[in-house]
């Protein structure tokens, strides 16, 4: 097994755009032939927009695009502009009249890092598509959608740490296996491989990071609310051939990297959400894929807070 680079995926383009100065932004897959996928939502409070699709009952057997950005359920308009710049490209669905492009999208919150009244929106989202579809951006850190990315949070913002993009990809004897991932979670998060805490809510003299989940647990308190700029978005991607149900499967299997590499999660207050696409006609066993696509987002969400500043 050989780690390769998520830009060698060259069936998928990603385009990133964000607002530096109010915190925010999106990242764009796009899929011009169109990409076969699934989505697993494990988390109590996803913004999501069109994830209908991807439920194997419904008739949509592909999608061209995939939407994760900022602003809550506010930047759900996003998806309207890549839309609006794909039906420009003429990819989508035939209807006859046009094509209607088939793009999904999730939303992580950042709306209490920078200016909570800028948010991704229709404009962002068809530049983000412009940038994928002329010149792919996608690079690890505070940029697209993981602009406003922070995680360890269960004692304020101002005891928290600077998270963003991650990405991590493997390549078996021609089967490939990527992962891109926003973390923004609520939790502390792990490097599996070192087997030590990177990043969490600072503890009070600044000397290192305290338990998120002993913070819960020990105060004995009943809350009503911990909005807090919660919720971790991946983006699997294999060059297997899967159908819808397979890949909701791999995307289920995914959510074991998130329970190695972040603590507590899944909670009430994430909208923790993972997409598994297959790009490829490679023969796979889907549960290898499985396997394989949870170990590259446990380490794609490491990677995530090594490239993150600030």
């Known amino acids: 097994m050989k ?11 990603i385009g990133q755009v964000e607002n530096q100065d109010a915190k925010t932004g999106c990242t764009v897959f796009i899929c011009p032939e169109g990409m076969r996928a699934g989505l697993d939502v494990r988390g109590g409070g996803p913004a999501s927009r ?6 194997p009952r419904m008739a949509a057997q592909e999608i061209h695009g995939i939407v994760l950005a900022g602003g809550s359920a506010f930047g759900l308009e996003t998806a309207s ?14 209807v006859g009249v046009t094509k209607v492009p088939l793009v999904v999208q999730s939303d992580l919150f950042d709306l209490m890092v920078g200016d909570a009244f800028v948010r991704p929106d229709v404009a962002m989202g068809y530049r983000a598509a412009k940038v994928a579809w002329e010149s792919p951006n996608y690079q690890d850190g505070p940029f697209g959608a993981g602009c406003g990315a922070t995680v360890g949070k269960i004692l304020g913002m101002e ?26 979670a609520l939790g502390d998060v792990f490097d599996v491989e070192k087997g030590e805490q990177i990043a969490g809510p600072v503890s009070e003299d600044g000397s290192g990071f305290l338990n998120t989940a002993g913070v819960m647990t020990e105060s004995g308190d009943v809350v009503d609310n911990r909005f807090v700029d919660n919720t971790t978005l991946a983006v699997v991607i294999t060059n297997a051939r899967f159908e819808k149900s397979a890949l909701c499967k791999i995307a289920g299997m995914a959510h074991d990297g998130y329970a190695r590499a972040i603590s507590p999660v899944h909670t009430s207050y994430d909208g923790d959400s993972i997409y598994a696409v297959s790009v490829g006609d490679v023969a796979a066993d889907q549960d290898v894929v499985g396997i394989l696509a949870a170990e590259v987002v446990t380490k794609a969400i490491a990677k ?6 600030g």
């Open 3 to 13: 780690e390769i680079s998520i830009k060698d995926f060259a069936e998928i383009r």
């Open 50 to 55: 069109e994830s209908q699709l991807l439920d």
């Open 81 to 94: 502009g890549v839309m609006r710049f794909l039906e420009e490209q003429d990819v989508g669905f035939d």
């Open 159 to 184: 005891r928290c740490i600077k998270a963003g993009m991650g990405s991590y990809a493997v390549e078996v004897d021609g089967l490939r296996v990527g992962a891109v991932v926003a973390l923004n």
């Open 304 to 309: 995530a807070i090594y490239s993150a500043k």
